[in-house]
Nanobody, 124 residues
């Protein structure tokens, strides 16, 4: 059984930075694509960034591409999201997710394990 636990969310002023981390249990992390999604109140869950099993490529959403960086450590079973120059519109609950395969996709249905989410609030 896979469990994903996020940490690192909080309240930050616009222009600030946060680093989210997701720790995975189970034996499939190292062979699975991983991604971060977010969901703001009243909105659908949206893809932010993904990283393949080997860390060889990422697929960042255009609105955050120059500000957010995803990385992974297959020894520690963690995936991280470094978020810089945060904006009020980045306020949301952020989720990490494990893909059904080695690659990543923007469709949340391609992910079969999810963390509980961590709140990120950016004040103006």
């Amino acid at each position: 059984q896979v469990q994903l636990v996020e940490s690192g969310g909080g309240l930050v002023q616009a222009g600030g930075s946060l680093r989210l981390s997701c720790t995975a249990s189970g034996r499939t992390f190292g062979t699975s694509g991983m991604a971060w999604f977010r969901q703001a109140p009243g909105k659908e869950r949206e893809f932010i960034a993904g990283i393949t099993w080997s860390g060889g490529s990422t697929n960042d959403r255009d609105s955050v591409k120059s500000r957010f960086t995803i990385s992974r450590d297959n020894v520690e079973n963690t995936v991280s999201l470094q978020m810089n120059n945060l904006k009020p519109e980045d306020t949301a609950v952020y989720y990490c997710a494990q893909s059904r395969g080695r690659d990543v996709a923007r469709d949340p249905h391609e992910y079969n394990y999810w963390g509980q989410g961590t709140q990120v609030t950016v004040s103006s």
